[in-house]
């Protein structure tokens, strides 16, 4: 019998043991990030089920439709958002929220006020629901400020100061990846336990990558440097070889795969979009925090993304991210191309 295999096994890092480790190393911490982050991931497990039995219950469908028992039926960006605004009021850790669901912030009444904010698209990709194409949530966690009441300029913040983020890929397994300022760590989701389990410490992105990730069908629209970025990809000088291109069209799924095989996932401005087509708050910061976590780039055509500073809370943004030497190409177009 291999006794050390076997010891593994049964000594299961759940992603809950994982943050208490980590918050045992700041004797300061009260625990507070922990109890957030464990009603995050309650969310994340409630619509990994209703993503995975959506079809059998009829959950996919327009917001407002009716079933047969004349019920309301919710449709799923609908019921995660509901689900994960409910987890972390009744979390007593959160204040300010910002949902890709919701127009304005949202204020977690008095009683129940953390000094917590986040950001978060409960159901991203969501144009992806209907084909069972891999979708996934992302957050991103602001610490308030000045310790009082929230305020929107708490979350009207540079992703740089952001204390942790994450994604939760609802795939053909269940991942939650995270990062609390301590490298990128991927959690896969165990059924029958029901628990989030390390599968992939310290997630690091290759440092070159032979893939590029972008939706080609704009590229009439594109600027000279993307052009060029992808002209090159295809049809590369000096004998190398091109690169693959792997387009999902789910961010999470998208990023998920740079993270893990190297290359690039871009977004760029366009003349259709002149700030493209990502929000900033909780798409762009979450993924290039992650992607930076993991030893990446993350640029948006004009500067280092995590260094942007929001005007408003749905702002979008180009975004080029992924393996450090491809990033540093785009970024080595856009310098001699003089729009900087
Ligand atoms: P979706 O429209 O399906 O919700 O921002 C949302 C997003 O998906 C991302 O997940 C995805 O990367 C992107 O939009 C896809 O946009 P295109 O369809 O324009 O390529």
Not at 194 to 201: C, K, S, V
Not at 309 to 325: N, T
Not at 326 to 338: F, N, P, Q, R
Request: glycine share 10%; proline share 4%.
């Amino acid at each position: 019998m291999d006794h050390a295999a076997d010891a593994q096994r049964t000594d299961l890092m759940t992603l809950t043991r994982f943050v208490l480790n980590e918050q045992s190393k700041h004797p300061e911490a009260r625990g507070d990030l922990t109890i957030l982050l464990s009603h995050i991931v309650l969310g994340c497990k409630f619509v990994c089920a209703a993503v995975n039995k959506a079809g059998l219950a009829k959950l996919i469908g327009l917001a407002g439709d009716t079933n047969i028992q004349g019920e309301e039926q919710k449709k799923l960006d609908v019921l995660s958002n509901e689900v994960f605004i409910k987890a972390l009021c009744s979390s007593g850790r959160a204040n300010v929220l910002v949902s890709e669901e919701n127009e304005t912030e949202i204020y977690v009444e008095t009683s129940r006020r953390g000094r917590y904010c986040v950001v978060f698209d409960p159901l991203d990709g969501s144009s992806n629901i209907d084909c069972g194409v891999s979708i996934g949530t992302i957050f991103g966690i602001y610490m308030l400020k000045d310790g009082k009441a929230g305020v929107v300029s708490d979350v009207l913040r540079p992703g740089k100061e952001m204390v942790a983020a994450g994604y939760c890929l609802y795939g053909s397994s269940c991942m939650l990846v995270l990062s609390i300022g301590n490298g990128v760590h991927g959690f896969t989701l165990d059924p029958a336990l029901g628990e989030f389990i390390l599968t992939h410490p310290v997630m690091r992105v290759p440092r070159k990558g032979k893939i590029y990730s972008v939706n080609e069908g704009n590229a009439k629209h594109w600027d000279e440097p993307t052009k060029k970025y992808v002209e090159i990809a295809k049809f590369p000088t000096g004998g190398s070889v091109p690169k693959s291109l792997r387009y999902i069209g789910s961010m999470v799924a998208d990023v998920h795969r740079t993270l893990l095989y190297g290359g690039i996932f871009m977004y760029p401005a366009d003349k259709k979009s002149p700030n493209g087509k990502l929000r900033l708050l909780y798409e762009v910061f979450p993924m290039a925090y992650l992607v930076e976590q993991a030893g990446g780039q993350a640029f948006t055509g004009k500067e280092r993304a995590l260094d942007v500073v929001p005007k408003k809370i749905h702002e979008r943004s180009p975004i080029f991210l992924g393996s450090f030497e491809d990033v540093e190409e785009i970024k080595t177009l856009y310098h001699a191309s003089g729009l900087l």
